[in-house]
């Protein structure tokens, strides 16, 4: 059963940086795609960014500009870099895994931005 499982999650102040990590127990390049979702209190889950087997990455208009998704050098990690964070980014970020038609999550870590 494939695992994902998040980390780096914490505190920082609006217009500062945050790394998210993302391991995963199966070579990141043999998932059909991996990705991040946020929730924020209140607000349904949301896609921020994506990256599939083959590569292609897309983010949501949100971030677009401000967060960059990639692999690792570690083969099963993805990252999320997060730049001039804002208030408003300010949620859990939960880890997707599409491994063989399976969806798989991680219990997510939350990201808290101040102003």
């Known amino acids: 059963q494939v695992q994902v499982m998040e980390s780096g999650g914490g505190l920082v102040q609006a217009g500062k940086s945050l790394r998210l990590y993302c391991n995963c127990t199966e070579r990141v390049a043999s998932v059909t795609r991996m990705a991040w979702y946020r929730q924020a209190a209140g607000k349904q889950r949301e896609l921020v960014a994506s990256?599939?087997?083959?590569?292609?990455?897309a983010l949501s208009d949100s971030v677009k500009g401000r967060f960059t998704i990639s692999r690792g050098n570690v083969k099963n990690t993805v990252l999320l870099y997060m730049n001039s964070l804002k208030p408003e980014d300010t949620a859990v970020y939960y880890c997707?895994?599409?491994?063989?038609?399976?969806?798989?999550w991680g219990k997510g870590t939350l990201v808290t931005v101040s102003s």
């Open positions: 990256v599939t087997s083959d590569g292609t990455t």
């Open positions: 997707y895994g599409l491994y063989n038609g399976m969806e798989y």
